[in-house]
């Protein structure tokens, strides 16, 4: 049975984060969290409950969350099962059609979001809070320090991005002249009403705030789910959303399994469902909500490295960022980079094996991976390397004295080298091109007169995520651009495949369904629809007369 609680105490909380003279140690108060970060442990595990309804409750099962460094049971999260889901149904239920607000009804919600944000965003520029949130990501999804806070400070900067009227102007109207006096037609933004967001672990503050505000923002009510290894991190934020004015009936918040899950989605049946995560369960979800959903699924991201070879360390250490840092585990990762032959008579891949290297447990530059186990990754290595002319480059062994738990992984950055003929044969491609969402990526080269091939290659391939275009030749540019689609492409010598700030579109291209995050325009897209209204208050002329019937 569901049971509701209150929303938990002011707690004191240990802030160790890097400074300049080392690690400091000092206590703050934190008037929102429930948890303290340095101190949860198998003797006092954290807990993360549900909000449904305006009310912080327990579910009748409890999830216990192993730590992905130690094995030590750290967390437990109250999960809802299939018989717990209709207060959910319910809640959603209550929201109509025509949202919580629009820009005929409730326009003073547009700014109270405004100033919510505002205070949101000061929150987090806040060192306390910044290195809060940054310590509770490396307690769930281990990376490194600089990594984490790369997440909170994006965050920080859209939340600073939608502060005070921004709100209000993204729901900004236009009106078109009618055919006669008293006629016109205005094109409005407008919300889905009850809606659904599903986000993964390996960003568990970033992406699910930017999308529960963007659906916020547009008058939308939102159903939470964040995968639940990482949960604690969204549960704490709407907490602190709340504190600054956040009503609490706005969203809701809920833990449980895929089957649950999906169990709620068809009795709830929301108007929009926002999912990003994994092309298996997106392609499921597409079918089983009759294709009313949005998706930011995963991505093989491709890296082209053109004829101009320069920089060679700076390019070195970009290639070694993307395919490596958080462990590979983002949908952005570099998986497969494509090199000139001229970049093969370099010291690249020299560089590349030096870099990797040098990533060590021990400051999480390279740590667990939370989806697929050291023997699933390492068999996978085992299959390409029985491909004619494959080598292993660097890595394809188990990291070494660790307490990592057997259900998670643990390898050292790996790189194959395949021939590119290989990588075309049907017989081939599919397993090269299969995603491992960890410390691992492909490796080959072409040469001039071998690009067809490869945008035969990149032609072929089924996610259309982030890509690359390592060049500053602009002709080579233009052809590898006009022939490719990846939604979120970059170029130039300084081209990576991730690190995305706020500030541009973050999304695949290619498919109806791809959702974008970040900025206006993908809060727009994803989040509202268009809706026309056409005034038509006449004067009706005089001279007229019932005409016949058509």
């Not at 750290?74 to 607000?101: D, T």
């Not at 979001?113 to 965003?121: F, H, I, Y």
């Not at 549960?235 to 009936?249: A, F, K, S, V």
């Not at 101009?308 to 570099?334: F, I, L, N, R, T």
Request: glycine share 8%; proline share 7%; with cysteine.
């Amino acid at each position: 049975m569901f049971r509701f609680l209150g929303s938990g105490a002011v707690t004191q909380v240990i802030s160790r984060r890097p400074t300049s003279l080392g690690v400091a140690r000092c206590v703050h108060s934190i008037p929102f969290a429930t948890a303290e970060v340095e101190e949860i442990s198998g003797s006092q595990p954290a807990e993360v409950q549900n909000l449904v309804g305006g009310k912080w409750g327990r579910s009748s099962d409890v999830n216990t969350l192993l730590d992905p460094l130690n094995g030590e049971p750290f967390i437990k999260v109250h999960e809802v099962n299939k018989s717990e889901i209709h207060p959910f149904v319910e809640s959603l239920s209550k929201c109509p059609k025509h949202g919580l607000h629009n820009p005929f009804k409730s326009p003073e919600r547009y700014l109270l979001l405004g100033d919510v944000t505002a205070r949101a965003a000061h929150m987090l520029s806040l060192p306390k809070v910044s290195d809060f949130f940054t310590r509770l990501i490396q307690r769930v999804a281990p990376k490194s320090y600089k990594q984490a806070e790369g997440e909170v400070y994006v965050t920080r900067k859209f939340l600073e991005n939608f502060c005070g009227d921004q709100v209000r102007f993204l729901a900004r109207s236009f009106g078109v002249p009618g055919n006669h006096l008293g006629q016109q037609s205005h094109g409005f933004r407008w919300p889905y009403g009850p809606v659904v967001i599903i986000t993964p672990f390996n960003f568990p503050l970033e992406i699910p705030v930017l999308q529960l505000m963007g659906a916020l923002y547009m008058g939308n009510k939102p159903l939470l789910k964040v995968d639940s290894k990482v949960s604690i991190v969204m549960e704490q934020m709407l907490r602190l959303l709340h504190t600054c004015g956040l009503p609490i009936e706005d969203v809701d918040f809920i833990n449980s399994d895929g089957p649950t899950m999906n169990k709620l989605l068809l009795e709830a049946n929301p108007s929009m469902t926002l999912f990003t995560g994994s092309s298996r369960v997106a392609e499921k979800l597409a079918v089983d909500l009759k294709g009313r959903i949005k998706l930011e699924d995963a991505g093989f991201d491709w890296k082209i490295l053109g004829p101009d070879v320069q920089e060679e360390d700076y390019v070195a250490w970009v290639c070694d960022q993307d395919a490596y840092a958080c462990s590979g585990q983002k949908c952005s990762a570099q998986s497969i980079l494509f090199m000139h032959e001229n970049w093969s008579k370099s010291s690249l891949l020299s560089k590349l094996k030096e870099l990797a290297e040098r990533r060590k447990l021990e400051d999480l530059t390279v740590g667990p991976v939370l989806t697929l186990t050291t023997e699933a990754m390492l068999e996978h290595a085992s299959k390409l390397l029985k491909i004619s002319g494959s080598k292993l480059l660097f890595g394809g062994e188990t990291l070494e004295n660790h307490s990592i738990p057997s259900i998670y992984g643990a390898i050292k950055p790996t790189a194959i080298y395949i021939p590119l003929e290989e990588i075309l044969k049907d017989e081939n491609y599919d397993l090269v091109t299969k995603e491992i969402f960890g410390p691992f990526q492909v490796i080959t080269d072409y040469k001039k007169d071998q690009l067809p091939m490869v945008l035969d290659a990149l032609e072929r391939m089924h996610a259309h995520l982030t890509a690359a275009v390592v060049s500053n030749d602009p002709i080579f540019l233009q052809e590898v651009i006009g022939n490719t689609v990846n939604g979120t492409t970059y170029a130039g010598l300084r081209a990576r495949t991730t690190g995305a700030p706020q500030n541009h579109w973050f999304g695949p291209a290619g498919d109806p369904r791809g959702a974008g995050i970040g900025t206006p325009e993908a809060i727009k897209l994803v989040w509202s629809c268009h809706r026309e209204i056409i005034y038509d208050f006449g004067p009706v002329s005089p001279h007229w007369e019932l005409p016949p019937s058509t």
